[in-house]
């Protein structure tokens, strides 16, 4: 089971990006999430070219620099230009990253990525929201996957009844001090341990910082004891 993934947002300021995104590959972490306002689309396009078998992209549509943009009309013509980025043929899952849609608007939205995946050109989509109602519009449709949004028990009914996972970017709460983990780690491992359909993104800038994810999904998370002793 897929529990971690990488946020890209920032990425592009960093030194040396797509070597980074190589080395967290390298590294057992295969799903990588941006969007088409990150400006990190080309890099992952670079980066994994010639391996996209091996990477889960995740990519977001909604938000233009003259605001959102609902329309339907406007999911195919943001797609075709993220595809174009990405080097790819396909997306693996498309995310709408306007979290206030009207319900009314994103069922609309939700047909046409249907379409999208009938037609090849993404495997699954989701909604960045923290609404567990604009949630459940969303994974009504046969193809929906995931649901983007900070952790919250709120959305646990919606994930579970409709089985998604929960795409979690930072922050996990506050840091957990055990014995064996870093602080990160140990915040990881109780994210995972509240919620299994979890996939934590945090954000990396070196290789230090892939080596200390890969270390938390080694780790695991926490047991019923040692997250009592955290509530504790």
Same mark, same amino acid.
């Given at each position: 089971?897929?529990?971690?993934?990488?946020?890209?947002?920032?990425?592009?300021?960093?030194?040396?990006?797509?070597?980074?995104?190589?080395?967290?590959?390298?590294?057992?972490?295969?799903?990588?999430?941006?969007?088409?306002?990150?400006?990190?689309?080309?890099?992952?396009?670079?980066?994994?070219?010639?391996?996209?078998?091996?990477?889960?992209?995740?990519?977001?549509?909604?938000?233009?620099?003259?605001?959102?943009?609902?329309?339907?009309?406007?999911? /195919?013509?943001? *797609?075709?230009?993220? &595809?174009? #980025? +990405?080097?790819?043929?396909?997306?693996?899952?498309?995310? @709408?990253?306007?979290?206030?849609?009207?319900?009314?608007?994103?069922?609309?939205?939700?047909?046409?990525?249907?379409?999208?995946?009938?037609?090849?050109?993404?495997?699954?989509?989701?909604?960045?929201?923290?609404?567990?109602?604009?949630?459940?519009?969303?994974?009504?449709?046969?193809?929906?996957?995931?649901?983007?949004?900070?952790?919250?028990?709120?959305?646990?009914?919606?994930?579970?009844?409709?089985?998604?996972?929960?795409?979690?970017?930072?922050?996990?709460?506050?840091?957990?001090?055990?014995?064996? /983990?870093?602080? *990160?780690?140990?915040? &990881?491992? #109780? +994210?995972?341990?509240?919620?299994?359909?979890?996939?934590? @993104?945090?954000?990396?800038?070196?290789?230090?910082?892939?080596?200390?994810?890969?270390?938390?999904?080694?780790?695991?998370?926490?047991?019923?004891?040692?997250?009592?002793?955290?509530?504790?």
């Amino acid at each position: 089971m897929v529990r971690l993934g990488v946020g890209t947002r920032g990425l592009a300021a960093v030194d040396d990006p797509q070597r980074l995104l190589r080395q967290a590959l390298d590294a057992g972490i295969t799903l990588f999430d941006t969007a088409d306002i990150y400006e990190t689309e080309e890099l992952l396009g670079h980066a994994f070219a010639g391996m996209r078998d091996q990477v889960v992209i995740a990519t977001k549509w909604g938000h233009t620099a003259d605001g959102p943009d609902g329309r339907v009309s406007y999911v /195919r013509k943001a *797609l075709t230009a993220s &595809l174009r #980025r +990405l080097r790819t043929s396909y997306v693996d899952i498309y995310q @709408l990253h306007v979290a206030d849609m009207s319900t009314y608007a994103a069922t609309a939205l939700r047909e046409e990525c249907e379409n999208l995946v009938a037609e090849g050109l993404i495997r699954a989509y989701g909604w960045c929201t923290p609404d567990p109602a604009r949630a459940a519009v969303f994974a009504a449709g046969p193809n929906c996957a995931t649901i983007q949004a900070p952790y919250d028990d709120a959305l646990l009914p919606v994930v579970d009844e409709y089985d998604l996972s929960l795409l979690c970017p930072e922050p996990f709460g506050p840091p957990v001090r055990l014995g064996g /983990r870093t602080p *990160l780690q140990g915040a &990881l491992a #109780r +994210l995972w341990a509240h919620c299994p359909r979890a996939v934590a @993104l945090p954000r990396v800038r070196t290789v230090a910082d892939v080596m200390e994810l890969a270390g938390a999904v080694t780790h695991g998370p926490l047991t019923m004891r040692e997250l009592a002793a955290v509530r504790g």
